[in-house]
Nanobody, 123 residues
Framework: QVQLVESGGGLVQAGASLRLSCAAS????????MGWFRQAPGKEREFVAG????????SYADSVKGRFTISRDNAENTLDLQMNVLKADDTAVYYC????????????????WGQGTLVTVSS
């Protein structure tokens, strides 16, 4: 198993930047595909970004493409999400998640989840 703990959320104004981090412990971090998901109040959990085991492949939701960047450091067992030009619509609880094999946009295919970190963007 792998344990995941997110950090870095907060309250920012529209147009600002924020960097989320996810610290992993337990099983070998580099074995896992990692993803960032988010869930706004009253909405379903949605895919934000994903990254392959080596970091060589990434995927983004259309809504964040060009504004968000996912990265990982397998030596430090960390996953990051750099979020720029934040919008009010980005307000949500952000979760990191892990699975084997390949990047998926489907949250039900991820095996391990963090507890989430809240991002609030004021307009």
């Amino acid at each position: 198993q792998v344990q995941l703990v997110e950090s870095g959320g907060g309250l920012v104004q529209a147009g600002a930047s924020l960097r989320l981090s996810c610290a992993a412990s337990g099983h070998t971090f580099s074995n896992y595909v990692m993803g960032w998901f988010r869930q706004a109040p009253g909405k379903e959990r949605e895919f934000v970004a994903g990254i392959s085991q080596t970091g060589g492949s990434t995927s983004y939701a259309d809504s964040v493409k060009g504004r968000f960047t996912i990265s990982r450091d397998n030596a430090e067992n960390t996953l990051d999400l750099q979020m720029n030009v934040l919008k009010a619509d980005d307000t949500a609880v952000y979760y990191c998640a892990a699975r084997f094999i390949r990047i998926s946009t489907e949250p039900q295919l991820y095996d391990y989840w963090g507890q989430g970190t809240l991002v609030t963007v004021s307009s």
